[in-house]
């Protein structure tokens, strides 16, 4: 049983270009939430989603943005890339919107130049 | 503002000794605490998850606690090993917030031989 995917591991990108990342969730979970974490800091919430909508929002702009697919896996865009979205991006996969337990996925590095 | 404060912020230890990691946290209302364990450039992965109502959990060498008056928990590892050296997170779940977490910067311990 695979758990959560992110791909692509690294990456590397100039500013004011896209980026999507991509999170297959873990066999039977149904969310996903995405996190940015920056060298040094602890991850910061940038949403969730359930059933093919967002649920959730942190404090991002919306250059970030999001979809869910029907089998539950998940892309991160980003658009119009600053220097400051250089970080490791984490995905985590759940079941349903209650307490539950969140396994992260082993995070896609971006570096923006 | 929900937030996590954790202490101290990078530890030193010898191994086999033990040591104890604090969280302080304002998140309010309250609905749960968790103790992450990431390893450099990989994803977190859960050691522990308590609600309002337990005050202790052990995982392995693992121990966290949980005070839920004065907004502190502490993750006791006992004889530590090589392997413990990673950072460790103290993330705090808002009750009217779903599952959208609130991380804390992490306290960075190295267990040498």
């Known amino acids: 049983d695979a758990g959560v995917t992110q791909s692509p591991t690294h990456l590397i990108k100039t500013r004011g270009q896209q980026v999507t990342l991509r999170c297959s969730p873990k066999?039977?979970?149904?969310?996903v939430s995405w996190y940015q974490q920056a060298l040094g800091q602890g991850p910061q919430f940038i949403f969730q989603y359930y059933e093919e909508e967002e649920r959730q929002r942190g404090n991002f702009p919306d250059r970030f943005s999001g979809h869910q697919f029907p089998n539950y896996s998940s892309e991160l865009n980003v658009n119009a890339l600053l220097l400051g979205d250089s970080a490791l991006y984490l995905c985590?996969?759940?079941f349903g919107t209650g307490l539950y337990e969140q396994y992260f996925g082993p995070g896609t590095r971006l570096t923006v130049t | 503002k929900n937030q996590v404060e954790q202490s101290p912020q990078s530890l030193i230890i010898l191994e086999g000794k033990n040591c104890t990691l604090q969280?302080?946290?304002?998140?309010?209302?309250?609905?749960?605490l968790r103790w992450y364990k990431q390893d450099t450039g990989r994803g977190p992965v859960s050691l522990t998850i308590m609600t309002f109502s337990e005050n202790t959990k052990s995982n392995g060498r693992y121990t966290a606690t949980l005070d839920a008056d004065t907004k502190q928990s502490s993750l006791h590892i006992t004889a530590s090993q090589l392997s413990d050296s990673a950072s460790y997170i103290c993330?705090?779940?808002?009750?009217?917030?779903?599952?959208?977490?609130?991380f804390g910067g992490g306290t960075r311990l190295m267990v040498k031989p």
């Open positions: 969280c302080n946290y304002t998140v309010s209302p309250f609905s749960n």
């Open positions: 985590a996969s759940g």
């Open positions: 993330v705090v779940s808002a009750d009217n917030a779903g599952n959208m977490l609130t």
């Open positions: 066999s039977g979970h149904d969310t």
